[in-house]
């Protein structure tokens, strides 16, 4: 009897542990599969458009709502050290999407401002108006990447040192179940993620942080290399991009760049023809930038209504998250 019973315990650990680790790699191939499928909407989609970064925090939410559930599958002891660190994990992803949240209120206001302005030219006398209006609303740009740069200061450092970390098996990356390994590369992938939405929607120097190298040391790594592999794509693909932009550091948002050069050609415009009131053919070509303007402002608007939408799901996401393991932990 006593045989029979060694047997089934043994058996039954054994189920268990390849259900684990059934689970762990499970993870790591999703990371994969998302960071693959990012790659292919970077290709497909105008660089650090709402579109693709729409995909990017879509991505990011769907990683740790399935981190969560792994958590769940492995049930980790109580009280475990586990905790801890997923605990830290989201605080972090909570902290770095405070700032994207106050940097997408900042794009709101300059939104608002220059809907203003295009909707206010309805007759030539007003041109120095709308002149001194644009002025106004560019400063306010400039005032607004400063603020956005002492904001990413603080954080980008942390981010670029947890994107690029080198790690081994020395740091235990079978520990609580291979759990403590899912959460490295977890904060490797959002570290990525959150670079890019910060670069887009808040401020990005250079494609420096992209460029560095990094990450695990696949020789000594059990589990995930594959999403190593598609990790690095995107991240070269990233710094390639940023290198072939001729612009100024600042605020990367397809849209948004689109509006500040449509505002400027309307600036141009009406500093040319001052004094032309009465030339039809000008004020054809005035109301053709307007009418640009209007649109682009209109895409900008649109798209950052979305961005805001999905960024509130995803703290929503966080913070539902950590509802459920502390239950879990407390019931059993």
């Not at 295009?118 to 030539?124: E, Y």
């Not at 005032?143 to 200061?153: C, I, T, V």
């Not at 020395?170 to 570290?191: H, Q």
């Not at 001052?274 to 070509?285: F, I, M, N, P, T």
Request: hydrophobic share 40%.
């Amino acid at each position: 009897m006593m045989g029979s019973n060694s047997y089934t315990n043994s058996s039954s650990s054994s189920s268990s542990s390849s259900s684990s680790s059934s689970s762990v790699n499970g993870f790591y191939n999703l990371l994969s599969q998302g960071l693959n499928e990012l790659h292919q909407s970077f290709l497909s989609h105008n660089f650090m458009s709402i579109q693709f970064l729409s995909e990017v925090i879509l991505s990011l939410q769907s990683f740790h709502s399935q981190l969560t559930i792994l958590v769940l599958k492995l049930r980790l002891p109580v009280g475990g050290k586990w905790l801890d660190e997923y605990m830290d994990e989201s605080s972090r992803l909570w902290d770095a999407c405070h700032v994207l949240k106050s940097a997408i209120s900042a794009i709101e206001n300059y939104y608002s401002s220059a809907s203003i302005i295009s909707s206010s030219f309805h007759a030539p006398h007003l041109s120095r108006q709308v002149i001194r209006a644009i002025n106004v609303c560019q400063r306010e740009i400039l005032g607004m990447e400063e603020e956005n740069k002492s904001l990413m200061e603080t954080r980008i450092q942390a981010l670029s040192q947890c994107m690029n970390q080198n790690i081994s098996m020395e740091s235990k990356l079978n520990g609580f179940s291979g759990f403590r390994g899912v959460l490295y590369a977890m904060r490797s992938v959002s570290s990525l993620l959150l670079m890019i939405l910060l670069s887009g929607i808040a401020y990005c120097w250079s494609s420096t942080c992209f460029h560095q190298g990094g990450g695990y040391d696949e020789g000594n790594m059990v589990f995930g290399s594959e999403f190593i592999v598609s990790m690095a794509i995107l991240k070269q693909k990233m710094a390639e991009e940023i290198d072939q932009i001729d612009g100024q550091p600042g605020i990367m948002l397809f849209e948004f760049q689109q509006a500040k050069i449509a505002m400027e050609e309307l600036k141009v415009e009406l500093e040319r023809i001052a004094g032309y009131d009465d030339d039809d053919e000008a004020q054809s070509e005035i109301q053709e930038k307007v009418e640009n303007l209007k649109s682009c402002l209109g895409l900008l608007g649109c798209g950052v209504e979305t961005f805001a939408g999905q960024l509130d799901d995803f703290f929503d996401e966080i913070v539902e998250g950590r509802k459920k393991l502390l239950d879990m932990c407390s019931h059993r």
